[in-house]
């Protein structure tokens, strides 16, 4: 081999990416975070649901007569009120990236990237480094929507992959929380099992982003 050549290799070698290394811990993370994010323990009883981002986060208390007022208070209207509600929002937020802060440092974020990219490159055009905000955006719009702008700030993704992932997230926003609690309502009136609506709803998600994902291909090419 001449000796261009072989530097040639050793410059490919040098250059190559490193290969990402994910330890157990990671995978433990990774699906600890699946199960805490997803909704699975809420509802349940027992010990194991302090593994559960709803249960963890809590609701707050009713006032005497909830029928009059709340822990606003009564009456409320404009700025004032729109500013008291944004505040209620802060703990559960906190609470998610308190909790992906921790997974992240155990390799989670690694685990979640190797084991997802496979699926949500080809579905959507994004790394599987959002799959632990995607599951997060099921339950709590806010709390999925803190951790794509953590993700973003870190680099993890970049501007054309965080608008494609907005699409999906906007969408249905907190798909789950609000279909079984607000929607519960309706399903006394559905025909269909309450199972079709829900995997509707999961489909056009996917549609939204991608009819997303084609604009940018068309005409957003050089975004990054």
């Given amino acids: 081999m001449s000796e261009s050549a072989t530097a040639t290799e050793d410059k490919k070698a040098f250059t190559a990416p490193p290969k990402t290394i994910v330890p157990w811990t990671g995978y433990v993370a990774f699906v600890f975070a699946v199960v805490f994010f997803s909704g699975l323990l809420t509802g349940q009883k027992g010990w194991f649901t302090a593994f ?8 707050f208390g009713t006032m ?5 007022a709340n822990f606003m208070g009564q009456g409320g209207l404009g700025a004032r009120d729109g500013f008291m ?6 703990p559960s937020v906190m609470c998610a990236l308190g909790v992906v802060e921790i997974i992240d440092h155990l390799g989670g974020l690694k685990a979640a990237q190797k084991l ?19 599951v997060t955006s099921f339950q709590s719009t806010d709390a999925g929507a803190g951790m794509t702008r953590m993700l973003k700030e870190t680099d993890c993704i970049n501007e054309r992959e965080r608008t494609i992932f907005c699409a999906f997230q906007f969408s249905a926003g907190g798909t789950i929380t609000n279909y079984l609690a607000i929607g519960a309502a309706l399903f006394g009136f559905l025909t269909v099992p309450i199972v079709i609506p829900l995997a509707l709803m999961f489909g056009l998600k996917f549609v939204g982003a991608n009819v997303m994902r084609l604009y940018m291909n068309l005409f957003a090419k050089g975004e990054n």
């Fill in 64 to 68: 005497k007569d909830p029928t009059k």
């Fill in 85 to 90: 509600f944004a505040i209620s929002l802060v």
């Fill in 116 to 134: 997802l990219s496979p699926v949500l490159r080809p579905l959507m055009g994004i790394p599987g480094i959002t799959g632990l905000a995607m």
């Fill in 52 to 59: 559960d981002f709803n249960t963890l986060a809590g609701i």
